[in-house]
Each structure stands twice: as structure tokens, then as C-alpha cells.
């Protein structure tokens, strides 16, 4: 994984709450994931994003077995503090970081790593979109 893809999945994470029990754990994990979905969803499709996210989860889960629980898709939330409680928290928050990671980096592949970053950082970003038709304007309509 690139630096930048950890780094971006690493602040979705960090956005997803803090993490201090197996309950948390899933709650950020299900927060994290539905930000993704609600944020890439409009960019590839419901079912793009849950091909990317499929196949992340096919990449990433024999490095992080925590992930072979759940499937990030919707209400996972019970099934996320369960695999926090069977192999702790921290494991759960390095495979999610992990997983966002790998999905940021397939997105990239289609669309190029620019574009794939900043679209999953604004997935995980509350309010509106980056780059909405008000920050658009420029000077003229400033």
C-alpha cells in the first residue's frame, strides 16, 4: 500500500470516533464504512462501490483475519464489535485502516491516485463535498 493511501484511511479512521472498546470499535466501523459508501457511491454506483469494497476485502483479509467477519456493507455494525472482541480493537482499527487503504489504492488504478485520495478523504468529510458549486465559482462570481 502507498504511503499516501495509508495516511488518507488513517484519518477516515481517526474521523470515525474514538475507539476504546469492542463496541466503539464497531461503531466506528460501521460509521467509516457508511461514509464510504455514501461518498463513493455517487462517484462509481452502488454496485462499483461494492465491487471495490469486495475486492478490497478479498486483498486485505489474509493479512488482518478480523476482516473475514463482516463485509462493510450495510448494518454490520454487531458483526464489527464482535470481531473487535474476539481479536481486540487495535486489530479491527489496523485491518479497517488496512482495508480503506487497499480500496483507495484499486479506486486509484480506474481513476488515477489523485483523484482516488481526494475522494475518499471527502468521503469521510462531514457537511458538503470539497469542491461544491460554491467553492467552484472563483473570481468572477466571487
Same mark, same amino acid.
Given at each position: 500500500m502507498t504511503?499516501?493511501?495509508?495516511d488518507?484511511a488513517?484519518?477516515?479512521?481517526?474521523?470515525?470516533?474514538g475507539?476504546t472498546?469492542s463496541?466503539?470499535?464497531?461503531?466506528?466501523t460501521q460509521?467509516?464504512?457508511?461514509?464510504?459508501r455514501?461518498g463513493?457511491s455517487?462517484w *462509481?454506483?452502488?454496485?462499483?462501490y461494492r465491487?471495490?469494497?469486495?475486492?478490497?476485502?478479498r486483498?486485505s483479509?489474509?493479512?488482518?483475519?478480523?476482516?473475514?467477519?463482516?463485509?462493510?456493507h450495510?448494518?454490520d455494525a454487531?458483526?464489527?464489535?464482535?470481531a473487535?472482541?474476539?481479536h481486540g480493537?487495535a486489530e479491527?482499527a489496523?485491518?479497517?485502516?488496512?482495508? *480503506?487503504a487497499?480500496?483507495?489504492?484499486?479506486l486509484g488504478?480506474?481513476i488515477?491516485e489523485e483523484?482516488?485520495?481526494q475522494? *475518499?478523504?471527502?468521503a469521510?468529510?462531514?457537511?458538503?463535498a470539497a469542491?461544491?458549486?460554491?467553492?467552484r465559482?472563483g473570481?468572477?462570481?466571487a
Amino acid at each position: 500500500m502507498t504511503k499516501a493511501a495509508t495516511d488518507v484511511a488513517r484519518r477516515l479512521w481517526a474521523r470515525g470516533g474514538g475507539v476504546t472498546s469492542s463496541e466503539d470499535a464497531g461503531a466506528a466501523t460501521q460509521r467509516v464504512c457508511d461514509d464510504l459508501r455514501a461518498g463513493l457511491s455517487r462517484w *462509481v454506483g452502488a454496485e462499483g462501490y461494492r465491487a471495490l469494497l469486495d475486492r478490497a476485502l478479498r486483498l486485505s483479509t489474509p493479512e488482518h483475519p478480523v476482516l473475514g467477519s463482516f463485509s462493510c456493507h450495510d448494518g454490520d455494525a454487531l458483526a464489527a464489535a464482535a470481531a473487535a472482541r474476539a481479536h481486540g480493537a487495535a486489530e479491527l482499527a489496523a485491518g479497517i485502516v488496512a482495508l *480503506v487503504a487497499t480500496l483507495t489504492e484499486l479506486l486509484g488504478r480506474i481513476i488515477g491516485e489523485e483523484m482516488a485520495l481526494q475522494l *475518499v478523504e471527502q468521503a469521510g468529510t462531514p457537511g458538503p463535498a470539497a469542491g461544491s458549486s460554491t467553492e467552484r465559482r472563483g473570481g468572477r462570481n466571487a
